[in-house]
């Protein structure tokens, strides 16, 4: 294990690990090739006008969603809420969830998942199947 991360208790917006994924530009803050440990990941998204997370579950996670700035339609199981800057969604470990940015402004949010060492799969795309495939209309 690099000596730096063993004992890094502090990551700069510089040392945050960046990757493109399909829904979001995803600024990764803590996961264990960052900060060593066991509990939480942290991750802050940055999703575009018209992207989505689609539904999807995290079968040994779960997840706190916390809007920084714009507009999330956020559906946690059946149940959707508008969420703006200063509010959370909380998914319960299994619970099908799904993060849309319909709106013309960019959303960000940060998205705290534990356990960081969670067993696989990690993630599960739903979004395919019934009734997440026309939930939303």
């Not at 998204?45 to 989505?52: F, Q, S, V, Y």
């Not at 739903?126 to 009734?131: A, F, L, T, W």
Request: one cysteine or more; a negative charge; proline letters at 8%.
């Amino acid at each position: 294990m690099d000596e730096q991360i063993a004992h890094r208790r502090f990551v700069t917006a510089m040392e945050a690990v960046r990757v493109q994924s399909p829904w979001t530009l995803e600024e990764w803050m803590c996961r264990e090739d960052i900060v060593v440990n066991e509990q939480l990941l942290l991750v802050r998204a940055n999703m575009e006008p018209g992207r989505d997370h689609p539904f999807h579950k995290h079968p040994t996670r779960e997840e706190i969603i916390y809007v920084i700035s714009g507009t999330a339609e956020q559906w946690v199981g059946t149940e959707k809420r508008i969420l703006k800057p200063g509010e959370m969604a909380f998914v319960p470990m299994g619970e099908v969830h799904g993060t849309y940015n319909p709106y013309s402004e960019p959303l960000v949010f940060l998205a705290i998942l534990s356990p960081s060492n969670a067993a696989e799969p990690g993630i599960v795309d739903v979004s395919g199947e019934s009734p997440w495939d026309k939930i939303r209309g």
